[in-house]
């Protein structure tokens, strides 16, 4: 028990010293502290704890996925494909293609060649998954005919509840990308249900742009604007607005898109050489850049349409091919509105539109509340609990007190290296495993304590009680372990935050607790000599 290499011995300081510094950071102004930062390796963990919305305060929308913009986007990408396969088997029909609800309808004369598109599209409704993997699933709309020609093509229930479940997941990815660029530290967003998204951005009064940000589906689109020829079932009439929301008039674009939004790999605010009016600078991935270069090349001379959400943001004529992969969104916008639309195509499109179904601003105020109210509960239980162990166990209960500060000291350096963001109840689990760590130490000072009493040695008790109360120790910190695991994967935000800190409690207990005070009282005994254990 009392041979413990110098290796050993300097590795425990080295730790303690070690979480000494990381928190350090915690404690300093944040000017001070980004400043530091700037002089230190990139690799240094110079951050701060992270307070969650309950104890700094912040944003909280709860957001809802909007079913029928799904079911609409499914429905136009379904007559995109029924449009496709009729112009690949040149197959005649009267009228145009139209979509309303869950249902495209296309009326084809001939009953041979409508024959030829029922089978077509009926393998189209197998999923490709399916198809490659050879697996028989429900297929994802339901093909319909009459007598009288017309072919109906119904999106399946199932079809509509998977590319909602998928929207979700997209949604709190593009979501997240679109809080990171506000600069804001760790949101959480996480998903609610079958069909709702929760956002909580810590330290955000005002949500306004937020809201915006959010609530900006950002589905950009490039369109021809439709020849006085086209069919009424071909053609979109959009609007155009100015910078203030003021309609400038209409345009009838084509309902197919040529290029998407999604191939952009970037967009980034400037200025316009000429005007000097903000704008956004694009640029396409080698997909999206080839196509935009095929279209403009085919339609020199045409108006092209930029299309946002359903507005036309402007609809210059095509000068002439434009194949370097890169352009311009020019639309009378302010700075804010070029900044903020530049964020929006980096980070993505939504895949349907988002209805805010709860928003709740939590204030600085109650959220000092919170850390003040923490704060005295640590504190009272950080007293009694050294005053306990000084009153019963003497100089053995100081040197508990010592591993114990350093148990608190080490608890706090792992959530700011692992950037977990502290809530009230994560302060809570460190206050139980301030009881949990004391309780290591009395589980080996009352086996020190029998173990004297049956008239062992001082060295044979000491050794003793360190060894047979390690067990006890391990077995009731590891059903602890578990319960925290638990909680942290099936729970979520306040639930997971106590589960961090519970189990980064527990590890350090073992450290501390086991480790830590058995290099004290080694040192303490080569050092006194005693004749007897006071305890």
């Given at each position: 028990m009392f041979r413990f290499p110098r290796?050993?011995?300097?590795?425990?300081?080295?730790?303690?010293?070690?979480?000494?510094?990381?928190?350090?950071?915690?404690?300093?102004?944040?000017?001070?502290?980004?400043?530091?930062?700037?002089?230190?390796?990139?690799?240094?963990?110079?951050?701060?704890?992270?307070?969650?919305?309950d104890l700094q305060g912040g944003a909280h929308i709860l957001l809802e996925v909007d079913a029928a913009?799904?079911?609409?986007?499914?429905?136009?990408?379904?007559?995109?494909?029924?449009?496709?396969?009729?112009?690949?088997?040149?197959?005649?029909?009267?009228?145009?293609?139209?979509?309303?609800?869950?249902?495209?309808?296309?009326?084809?004369?001939?009953?041979?060649?409508?024959?030829?598109?029922?089978?077509?599209?009926?393998?189209?409704?197998?999923?490709?998954?399916?198809?490659?993997?050879?697996?028989?699933?429900?297929?994802?709309?339901?093909?319909?005919?009459s007598p009288d020609g017309l072919v109906q093509l119904v999106l399946?229930?199932?079809?509509?509840?998977?590319?909602?479940?998928?929207?979700?997941?997209?949604?709190?990815?593009?979501?997240?990308?679109?809080?990171?660029?506000?600069?804001?530290?760790?949101?959480?967003?996480?998903?609610q249900g079958a069909d709702r998204v929760l956002v909580?951005?810590?330290?955000?009064?005002?949500?306004?742009?937020?809201?915006?940000?959010l609530g900006t589906t950002a589905r950009l689109e490039f369109r021809l604007v439709a020849d006085p020829g086209y069919s009424p079932g071909d053609v979109d009439m959009l609007n155009e607005f100015d910078k203030d929301g003021k309609p400038l008039g209409s345009y009838p674009v084509e309902k197919r898109v040529m290029v998407q939004g999604e191939d952009l790999t970037d967009a980034q605010p400037g200025f316009d050489q000429r005007s000097g009016e903000p704008v956004v600078n694009f640029r396409f991935n080698l997909r999206g850049g080839q196509r935009f270069g095929e279209v403009t090349?085919?339609?020199?001379?045409?108006?092209?349409?930029?299309?946002?959400?359903?507005?036309v943001i402007s609809a210059p004529r095509i000068l002439g091919p434009i194949t370097g992969g890169s352009g311009q969104i020019s639309g009378r916008f302010t700075v804010q509105q070029a900044n903020d639309l530049s964020v929006l195509l980096r980070a993505?499109?939504?895949?349907?539109?988002?209805?805010?179904?709860?928003?709740?601003?939590?204030?600085?105020?109650?959220?000092?509340?919170?850390?003040?109210?923490?704060?005295?509960?640590?504190?009272?239980a950080s007293v009694l609990v050294v005053a306990y162990m000084l009153t019963t166990y003497g100089i053995f209960g100081l040197f508990a007190n010592i591993a114990l500060f350093v148990h608190i000291v080490m608890v706090f350096a792992g959530l700011v290296l692992l950037q977990a963001t502290l809530t009230l109840p994560g302060i809570a689990g460190i206050v139980l495993t301030i009881g949990m760590a004391v309780d290591a130490n009395?589980?080996?000072?009352?086996?020190?304590?029998?173990?004297?009493?049956?008239?062992?040695?001082?060295?044979?008790?000491?050794?003793?009680?360190?060894?047979?109360?390690f067990a006890t120790i391990v077995d009731s910190q590891s059903t602890t372990m578990v319960v925290a695991v638990i909680l942290y994967f099936l729970g979520s935000g306040p639930v997971r935050g106590f589960a961090v800190s519970l189990g980064l409690g527990i590890v350090t207990t073992i450290v501390?607790?086991?480790?830590?005070?058995?290099?004290?009282?080694?040192?303490?005994?080569?050092?006194?000599?005693?004749?007897?254990?006071?305890?």
């Open positions: 290796w050993k011995i300097a590795s425990i300081i080295a730790m303690s010293l070690l979480a000494f510094l990381v928190i350090v950071p915690s404690f300093l102004a944040k000017d001070v502290r980004e400043n530091i930062a700037k002089k230190l390796p990139a690799w240094f963990p110079f951050y701060s704890v992270v307070l969650g919305l913009d799904v079911a609409r986007t499914q429905v136009e990408a379904l007559r995109d494909d029924v449009r496709r396969i009729l112009r690949e088997e040149r197959i005649r029909i009267t009228g145009g293609i139209g979509g309303s609800g869950r249902t495209v309808q296309v009326r084809v004369p001939d009953a041979a060649e409508r024959q030829k598109a029922v089978v077509r599209l009926r393998q189209q409704a197998q999923p490709n998954a399916a198809n490659a993997l050879g697996i028989t699933s429900p297929p994802t709309f339901e093909v319909r005919e399946s229930d199932s079809a509509i509840l998977d590319r909602v479940r998928r929207a979700v997941d997209q949604t709190i990815e593009v979501i997240r990308r679109r809080v990171d660029a506000l600069g804001t530290t760790e949101p959480n967003i996480q998903r909580q951005v810590p330290g955000l009064q005002d949500t306004n742009r937020l809201k915006e940000l090349s085919a339609n020199v001379g045409k108006p092209f349409a930029i299309v946002l959400d359903g507005k993505g499109a939504l895949p349907a539109k988002l209805t805010i179904v709860e928003e709740r601003t939590v204030g600085p105020g109650l959220g000092q509340d919170s850390i003040d109210a923490g704060k005295t509960a640590a504190y009272v009395v589980l080996i000072y009352e086996r020190i304590r029998e173990e004297a009493r049956m008239g062992r040695s001082i060295i044979s008790a000491l050794d003793a009680g360190f060894n047979r109360a501390t607790a086991v480790t830590m005070t058995r290099l004290m009282i080694a040192l303490w005994y080569r050092w006194s000599r005693p004749t007897r254990i006071p305890i």
